[in-house]
């Protein structure tokens, strides 16, 4: 859900080397700063203006970056596994949008992305036009190389409410798009929504509720997703309180996994992930939850509550393809107010896992940390700081960072590529990029 207010710092945690860390200038995907092997590379470099809420993904070398910036959605794309960045550009169809809702600028918002297994790559994003607010989805076939428009993911009615879309693609190439939707822009009653493409994002299904109570009373935002090799589709949602929802099907505030064995056209009761960890306040403007699967199959979910105690980042996972959650681990250390932007991805083994967040716990500024967990051995280090310079708390660095597994990595074990927004010259935030390893 974008928001143009001081978000929170930028933190990275992990049981790894740190083989990248800081950021002050630079040329687009050229070294910052440098500490071991690896440098924090600067990827939204050449775009004016703001740049934040990123989102990644990477298909063996190829690595893939995308953000609110550039005039609408930026992109940019590595050969090479991360060591450098192309120059930055718009994703087709991004730019002057409209205002929708009235604080939003006038290009698209929430981007997500996603590569299917032929190496075709989808970028989506959200967007209005003409009163209706949508995802749209652009697609490259020539692994990032170029970007074309290829289709609008439309609601069945006009002036309706939409926010944070996210996107996967199936082992058959199947695109499955959550996104979040309510039938009046006045009313909101937001619903998480799942729309689904067979013939590579040309055309699209209905949309189907995720979230129970669809239309008025879901309570269901910001849903990300995994498809599983066998075709199941894995879902984590938020329900979210104080939207002038009376009687909400599940408790407000909380987060809920559900799956569907048919392509989305049903979805399993709704199971809640360990809500005795507190609740999420209800003035949370980022994007609270993210999942992830190593694997083995084990299911990682991630979210930061508020009450009681502070605002406190967690891990849970789940063995039993999400019909019940281990206890929460508490994943940040620090006892205070900070927000916490969170974010995981299963490991290359059976049973582990990497944890990122984003946060300003620091009186500095944002910062980014990185973790490493196993479900047998637990937290296999304290928190580690990836990020040297910190951020200003006075610019805005997106709901969301990104973070993706680069494989074994070789000799040297595997690599976990990392991505934040964050201001840490004159108040323009820009996009920085990071390979850590184990």
């Known amino acids: 859900m974008p928001t143009y207010m001081r978000m929170g710092t930028v933190i990275v945690v992990c049981a790894l080397v740190v083989t990248a860390c800081g950021a002050s200038g630079g040329g687009a995907g050229r070294p910052i700063a440098r ?7 600067e990827v939204s470099r050449g775009c004016q203006g703001q740049n934040a809420e990123v989102e990644e993904a990477v298909d063996h070398a190829y690595v893939y970056q995308t953000w609110i910036g550039c005039g609408g959605i930026g992109f940019a794309r590595s050969t090479n596994g991360g060591l450098s960045f192309g120059h930055p550009l718009t994703v087709p169809g991004s730019a ?6 009235s604080h939003l600028p006038k290009f ?3 981007p997500a992305i996603a590569v299917a297994p032929d190496g075709t790559l989808y970028v989506s994003y959200m967007i209005e036009r003409n009163g209706y607010a949508h995802p749209v989805v652009a697609v490259s076939v020539n692994h990032g190389a170029s970007l074309s428009k290829v289709s609008a993911i439309m609601p069945p009615n006009r002036n309706n409410w939409g926010d944070r879309d996210f996107i ?11 996104w979040d939707y309510g039938q009046s822009i006045r009313t909101r009653y937001p619903n998480t929504v799942l729309q689904r493409s067979t013939n590579g994002g040309k055309t699209w299904s209905h949309l189907v509720a995720v979230s129970p109570g669809f239309p008025a009373h879901g309570g269901g935002v910001a849903a990300p997703l995994v498809v599983e090799p066998g075709g ?6 938020w329900t979210l309180g104080g939207d002038g929802i009376k009687h909400p099907k599940l408790p407000d505030n909380h987060i809920y996994f559900t799956s569907s064995a ?3 056209r049903t979805w399993s009761k709704a199971v809640a992930v360990q809500p005795a960890a507190g609740s999420i306040g209800r003035t949370v403007t980022w994007i609270d939850t993210a999942l992830g699967i190593d694997p083995g199959g084990t299911l990682y979910a991630t979210w930061d509550t508020q009450h009681p105690g502070g605002d406190i980042g967690w891990l849970s996972y789940s063995t039993d393809n999400g019909r019940t959650w281990s206890p929460a681990r508490r994943v940040t250390l620090d006892h205070d107010n900070a927000e916490h932007i969170m974010a995981v991805v299963g490991g290359p083994r059976p049973g582990t896992a990497y944890v990122s967040w984003l946060s300003n716990d620091a009186p ?3 910062a ?14 304290a928190p580690v700081r990836v990020s040297r310079k910190y951020g200003s708390l006075n610019t805005w660095p997106g709901d969301t960072i990104g973070i993706s597994l680069l494989g074994n990595g070789g000799p040297h074990g595997p690599r976990v590529i990392l991505s934040w927004g964050s201001a840490v010259n004159r108040h323009i935030s820009q996009i920085w990029a990071a390979r850590v390893t184990p």
């Not at 996967?168 to 959550?178: D, F, W």
């Not at 199941?232 to 949602?237: H, T």
Request: hydrophobic share 40%.
């Open 262 to 264: 048919d392509g989305g």
């Open 364 to 366: 500095q500024g944002f």
């Open 368 to 381: 980014q940390y990185l973790r490493a967990f196993s479900v047998r051995a637990g937290w296999l280090s």
């Open 232 to 237: 199941r589709i894995d879902v984590l949602f």
């Open 168 to 178: 996967t693609v199936a082992p058959t190439g199947a695109l499955y798009v959550t």
């Open 108 to 110: 698209g918002w929430d």
């Open 96 to 101: 002057g949008s409209g205002y929708y809702p």
């Open 35 to 41: 500490s071991g092997a690896d440098s924090i590379l």
